[in-house]
């Protein structure tokens, strides 16, 4: 009876969702004023939608089924359970790689929430989330400069690398020229950022609502309001800008003793957008890149005694 009970609310869960973005759809298309656009963007929000809901309805039904009966505090529990913690973070990981997005900033933050997060998710998020990341072709950079600069980035710069020099879950960054020989580094949002942002946090607010009304013991509305609050801000590439001048200034004030040891890239603003940034191009290498902080001729000691000094002065 549980199982069938169990199958019955997962089914209720996915056929909610189909209707709902089906009537959603045709209603944007019919009064859009762009209805190729939209007419592209109902037809992936819904499949996304779709596969959120069987993905959230299978981990919701693994808890449920397997830990069935099962005592609190026994060991058989704490084996399922660390079983199913498993399997299901596969399940979101691969998830959240197939809709891409946001989604994968999810994961990555999922990876940082060690002190609320199962353990088992931490671990999957955090091995693959960092180096798989979405890449956006040469004309959809293209598309994002001609809407925010007004025209091609071999207008705007007098040389841009239409290949990436990395990629993450929401931008990717170039390596360009200004027209007075400045070398830049320039952020670009990813396109499907801007159409399918809102649409997609509306999914997963859905998904986690349904899914605690299903499943009261499965409750993660607190990542809902984490989310709300965030990425707005992760979005709006002008507020990174000035984050880097406020940081600045802040240890010039705060921490003299270090300020010198501490440098932002400078922000070129006339070329930068909310979903455009350019900034002074700095190569380096990572904190914990001991050779290649040796081959730049820096003692890794120094580098460490540093970090200790800003920890110090920080916290």
């Given at each position: 009876m549980a199982t069938r009970s169990l199958w019955r609310s997962r089914a209720r869960l996915v056929v909610a969702a189909t209707a709902v973005v089906g009537g959603a759809t045709a209603a944007a298309v019919a009064t859009s004023d762009n209805p190729p656009k939209t007419l592209k963007l109902c037809t992936a929000v819904p499949i996304r939608l779709i596969r959120d809901t069987i993905t959230a309805a299978t981990i919701a039904f693994d808890y449920e089924y397997s830990l069935w009966g099962l005592p609190e505090g026994s060991v058989e529990r704490s084996r399922v359970k660390h079983e199913v913690h498993s399997r299901c973070a596969v399940r979101l990981q691969e998830l959240c790689f197939r809709n891409g997005g946001i989604y994968i900033k999810l994961g990555q933050h999922i990876s940082q929430l060690e002190y609320l997060v199962p353990q088992e998710y931490v671990h999957t998020m955090r091995e693959s989330m960092l180096n798989r990341c979405p890449v956006s072709s040469y004309d959809q950079v293209c598309e994002v400069f001609k809407k925010e600069l007004g025209g091609k980035p071999n207008e705007i710069f007098d040389e841009f690398d239409p290949v990436p020099v990395a990629s993450a879950?929401?931008?990717?960054?170039?390596?360009?020229?200004?027209?007075?020989?400045?070398?830049?580094?320039?952020?670009?949002?990813?396109t499907h950022m801007t159409d399918t942002a809102a649409a997609d946090h509306a999914t997963v607010e859905f998904i986690v609502n349904t899914l605690h009304w299903?499943?009261?013991?499965?409750?993660?509305?607190?990542?809902?309001?984490?989310?709300?609050?965030?990425?707005?801000?992760?979005?709006?590439?002008?507020?990174?800008?000035?984050?880097?001048?406020?940081?600045?200034?802040?240890?010039?004030k705060l921490s003299p003793q270090i300020a010198d040891s501490v440098y932002a890239p400078r922000v070129h603003w006339n070329l930068s957008t909310s979903k455009l940034l350019t900034m002074e191009y700095i190569d380096g290498a990572q904190v914990n890149d001991t050779k290649a902080i040796k081959w730049l001729k820096i003692q890794p000691n120094d580098v460490s005694r540093l970090v200790s000094v800003w920890i110090l002065f920080t916290c």
């Open positions: 879950s929401l931008a990717q960054v170039h390596a360009a020229r200004t027209h007075d020989g400045q070398k830049v580094a320039v952020k670009v949002q990813h299903l499943f009261p013991s499965f409750d993660y509305r607190w990542l809902l309001d984490e989310m709300r609050e965030s990425l707005p801000k992760e979005l709006d590439f002008l507020v990174e800008a000035r984050h880097s001048e406020k940081c600045l200034d802040n240890f010039r």
